[in-house]
T-cell receptor, first 113, second 114 residues
């Protein structure tokens, strides 16, 4: 079955370290998104990419970086510049720019220790 | 710019009772509207969506929502809830400008009690 795979499910990071969250999809979707979820704040857009080798900042891009070298993959790096990285991170994809809604991965919970 | 407001952060309800989760949006252009459900430590699953046509939209698990353009609302309803409906629900909007981006509300936690 097609879907989005996020790994790892749980991730622990020491302060000052960069970590990379994986997101892979086999849906042949063009667009991919990264959201951060904090309690009571809904989902906030970090970065998105609508085509390979191109991506745009979302509302809270500071302290994060992404790449889109393949259509299937959209990894997110949480850098040491992100001051409060503990959160639940969700990756999503959609077929193209149309109104199809998103398919979501199961998320990665990142905790700074 | 678009925005979404979910008017209740938590909604407690007894099993088999009806429920309504409220969502209002703000947009200067035409919109598409979505409701998603999230179970603990999982991703979001699409419940239903309004793109055009009939303002009453039926989704999965017995949920439905009504688009009201004059009141800029898209409230989610279920006539009889089950314990298994306990989850967080998100309303989302995208515009017809074809960017594909979704703007989410803050979420409503539905707590179904026995």
């Amino acid at each position: 079955d097609g879907g989005i795979t996020q790994s790892p499910k749980y991730l622990f990071r020491k302060e000052g370290q960069n970590v990379t969250l994986s997101c892979e999809q086999n849906l042949n979707h063009d667009a991919m998104y990264w959201y951060r979820q904090d309690p009571g704040q809904g989902l906030r857009l970090i970065y998105y990419s609508q085509i390979v080798n191109d991506f745009q900042k979302g509302d809270i891009a500071e302290g994060y970086s992404v790449s889109r070298e393949k259509k299937e993959s959209f990894p997110l790096t949480v850098t040491s510049a992100q001051k409060n990285p503990t959160a639940f991170y969700l990756c999503a994809s959609t077929r193209d720019r149309g109104p199809y809604g998103y398919t979501f991965g199961s998320g990665t919970r990142l905790t700074v220790v | 710019a678009q925005s979404v407001t979910q008017l209740d952060s938590q909604v407690p309800v007894f099993e088999e009772a009806p429920v309504e989760l409220r969502c209002n949006y703000s947009s200067s252009v035409s919109v598409y509207l979505f409701w998603y459900v999230q179970y603990p430590n999982q991703g979001l699953q699409l419940l239903l969506k309004y793109l055009s046509g009939s303002t009453l939209v039926k989704g999965i698990n017995g949920f439905e929502a009504e688009f009201n353009k004059s009141q800029t609302s898209f409230h989610l309803r279920k006539p009889s809830v089950h314990i298994s409906d306990t989850a967080e629900y998100f309303c989302a909007v995208s515009t017809t400008s074809n960017t594909g981006k979704l703007i989410f509300g803050q979420g409503t936690t539905l707590q179904v009690k026995p």
